[in-house]
């Protein structure tokens, strides 16, 4: 004859809670060493958020690594800069990176307030056609913009952190790659240090 079955007593509820608590840790942990875990790796304090790459060790000029632009014509960000004759502001962006779509309507602005002395150029990386175009309506940015398809361009800057920035003199010198988001102000004091434009 078998015998009765017992009930378990109940736990008390500091169990629980001490449960959750590790639970909601052991998350945290895993997010953070997905992320890269290294706070090297992320971007300078009051630059805001940022995902981050794989870094690719390229050799080439970024300047000198072709693009294909929205209507399938190939390009470079040398020729761009070439044929502005102006400092060029160029950012880095992506459908998928929440950060890089928050900070585009800052950037619409500052090339607004600059357009007579800076050139602007965002560049789609590792999107979607479509994803690129709609992020773009939706952000209402009016300055050019092309695809980095392949993520050749940010390898050849060394871009590890999306958005990222990156300031070019009229003469066509890389003067800085800046990680992390932008608001205006932080920007347009890039902008003014890098390019001796004051905004």
């Given at each position: 004859?078998?015998?009765?079955?017992?009930?378990?007593?109940?736990?008390?509820?500091?169990?629980?809670?001490?449960?959750?608590?590790?639970?909601?840790?052991?998350?945290?942990?895993?997010?953070v060493f997905a992320s890269g875990?290294?706070?090297?790796?992320?971007?300078?304090?009051?630059?805001?958020?940022?995902?981050?790459?794989?870094?690719?060790?390229?050799?080439?000029?970024?300047?000198?690594?072709?693009?294909?632009?929205?209507?399938?014509?190939?390009?470079?960000?040398?020729?761009?800069?070439?044929?502005?004759?102006?400092?060029?502001?160029?950012?880095?962006?992506?459908?998928?990176?929440?950060?890089?779509?928050?900070?585009?309507?800052?950037?619409?602005?500052?090339?607004?307030?600059?357009?007579?002395?800076?050139?602007?150029?965002?560049?789609?990386?590792?999107?979607?056609?479509?994803?690129?175009d709609r992020i773009v309506e939706?952000?209402?940015?009016?300055?050019?913009?092309?695809?980095?398809?392949?993520?050749?361009?940010?390898?050849?800057?060394?871009?590890?952190?999306?958005?990222?920035?990156?300031?070019?003199?009229?003469?066509?010198?890389?003067?800085?790659?800046?990680?992390?988001?932008?608001?205006?102000?932080?920007?347009?004091?890039?902008?003014?240090?890098?390019?001796?434009?004051?905004?």
């Amino acid at each position: 004859m078998s015998e009765p079955s017992r009930s378990r007593p109940a736990l008390p509820w500091q169990a629980y809670v001490a449960a959750t608590v590790l639970a909601l840790t052991a998350a945290a942990m895993v997010l953070v060493f997905a992320s890269g875990g290294d706070s090297d790796s992320g971007p300078a304090p009051g630059d805001g958020p940022s995902v981050t790459l794989r870094d690719v060790q390229d050799d080439r000029d970024p300047l000198d690594v072709e693009y294909t632009d929205v209507d399938g014509t190939t390009g470079t960000i040398r020729d761009f800069v070439a044929e502005a004759g102006t400092p060029v502001v160029v950012n880095f962006f992506a459908s998928w990176c929440p950060p890089c779509v928050a900070e585009m309507p800052d950037f619409e602005a500052v090339s607004q307030g600059l357009a007579d002395d800076v050139t602007f150029l965002g560049i789609a990386v590792q999107d979607r056609p479509e994803d690129a175009d709609r992020i773009v309506e939706s952000t209402g940015i009016t300055y050019d913009w092309t695809r980095d398809i392949s993520g050749d361009i940010v390898g050849a800057a060394g871009v590890i952190q999306m958005p990222s920035t990156m300031f070019v003199s009229a003469d066509g010198t890389v003067e800085k790659v800046q990680g992390g988001a932008l608001e205006v102000d932080r920007l347009r004091e890039l902008i003014d240090e890098h390019l001796g434009v004051a905004g």
